[in-house]
């Protein structure tokens, strides 16, 4: 496949994009900078440096395979040593100052940092599981900032980063050029990817999946057929986009589960042309597809995933993303809300906007719930009764956006989420006041 250029699709910005999700991707920012027919002529186009970011083993299967060519005007190899720094509020897994949690959880939003803080500055690590250095599961956590990246750029080595933003909008600066991405829009940036992040206004806020397990793709689609949930065509990657800037960069990469940071002597995001199919990319949720019922019961929430991180066990995902987006719900003789259950993957969710319809009051934007492995949950005793008693006409959920991280392993908590002062001690109280309604 080989992808077009489209504009930009929101008013005020002049980005264009390259779209489709995992295209092979072509892009220069110089006419002549990529070159033609082959990877690694003698000499690159333009005095340029050719290099290749490989994200998948070089043997994994054609299908899955990632990787991308990139022309820069110098070479990543060109760095001093990175030397470790410290992070307060920054974990991975194993998470070891925590503790595996059978209860229901759910905080408030995380609150700004007391001091200015920039995109890495203000990470915060709610949970995580699997084992970083295994690339196996995923890291939670917040982004916080309320001044952009200057002089700074960072870039996950241990995983993908799946940022959901839910206040402020931001201007993602990769190797590979330029996203911007707003609340409502979701952006994935390839593992190992340079990038700095600018805000779009006073403040930003938002929820990352750090992934990593194996890169996010499109969960098949099965008897839906060719077309629905999130469509290939609407996942969007940057035009190629370059610095040529000799100054002092502080480059942060996360390794091995902490933090390491080399002063170079020019930007990393230097890249000039590129083509392949590793990079970032962005989309936009209002796009999702969604299915539902037409007839009665309501499927599995697995219908409204967005992504997947498949695990080596077919169907039990590293991590999915689901989006619970605006939607008509018609079921007939059906309640309608999310069902009670138990699990034996863990949820963890986070809404963007609007109400939740499992969940009348107290969980609100910003916010979040993590309902670990087997944990029981359900719609809190006011949704359930109003659920269970209204008239069932047609009826639309609109502007609302939750969404949940889903894994296979339970999640571990930081000490410091667990025991945060946002965190809602009394979250059980929501299912006390369900009535015991036996007639038997
Ligand atoms: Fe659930």
Redesign the pocket.
């Known amino acids: 496949m080989t992808s077009t250029i489209e504009p930009g699709v929101r008013a005020g910005t002049e980005l264009a994009y390259l779209t489709g999700f995992g295209n092979e991707h072509h892009s220069e920012a110089v006419p002549g900078a990529l070159p033609v027919g082959r990877n690694s002529p003698q000499r690159a186009p333009l005095g340029l440096y050719a290099e290749q970011h490989s994200a998948t083993a070089f043997t994994e299967p054609r299908a899955h395979n990632r990787r991308s060519w990139v022309y820069r005007i110098r070479p990543s190899a060109a760095h001093p040593p990175f030397h470790p720094i410290e992070h307060p509020t920054l974990r991975s897994a194993p998470v070891t100052d925590g503790l595996p949690d059978p209860n229901r959880m759910r905080w408030d939003p995380v609150p700004f940092p007391g001091e200015p803080a920039d995109f890495v500055d203000g990470l915060y690590t709610i949970g995580a599981t699997g084992n970083v250095l295994q690339r196996a599961g995923i890291g939670i956590h917040v982004y916080r900032a309320d001044r952009s990246m200057t002089g700074r750029c960072f870039a996950d080595a241990d995983g993908e980063l799946l940022l959901v933003p839910e206040l402020g909008g931001l201007m993602v600066h990769t190797e590979y050029g330029r996203l911007r991405v707003e609340p409502g829009e979701i952006a994935v940036i390839g593992r190992g990817v340079r990038f700095r992040v600018d805000l779009l206004g006073d403040r930003a806020r938002g929820y990352v999946c750090e992934n990593y397990g194996q890169p996010f793709t499109l969960p098949e689609l099965g008897p839906i057929g060719a077309n629905g949930l999130a469509n290939p065509r609407d996942f969007q990657y940057p035009v190629a986009a370059f610095e040529d800037r000799e100054a002092t960069v502080e480059v942060v990469q996360k390794f091995g589960g902490r933090l390491w940071a080399a002063e170079y002597d020019h930007s990393p995001l230097d890249v000039v042309a590129w083509h392949g199919n590793h990079a970032a990319y962005k989309y936009d949720t209002a796009r999702f597809n969604v299915m539902g019922t037409v007839s009665y019961d309501h499927p599995d ?1 697995s219908i409204y995933t967005v992504l997947t991180s498949p695990s080596e066990l077919s169907g039990q995902a590293n991590a999915d993303f689901v989006v619970f987006a605006p939607r008509w719900l018609v079921g007939e003789d059906t309640f309608r809300p ?1 069902w009670y ?1 138990r ?1 034996v993957m863990s ?1 963890f ?1 986070g809404l963007v906007k609007g109400v939740y319809d499992a969940k009348a009051e107290g969980f609100v934007p910003g916010g979040a719930s993590l ?1 670990n492995m087997w944990s029981a ?2 719609p809190d005793a006011a949704t359930y009764a109003t659920a269970s008693t209204q008239e069932l006409v047609p009826q639309k959920i609109d502007d609302t956006l939750a969404f ?1 991280f889903e894994t296979r392993w339970p999640v571990v908590t930081t000490d410091f989420a667990a025991s945060a002062a946002h965190r809602q001690p009394g979250y059980d109280e929501v299912w006390r006041g369900i009535r015991r309604e036996f007639t038997g």
């Open positions: 929430p999310p259950h699990n949820e969710m309902h949950h359900g949940m």
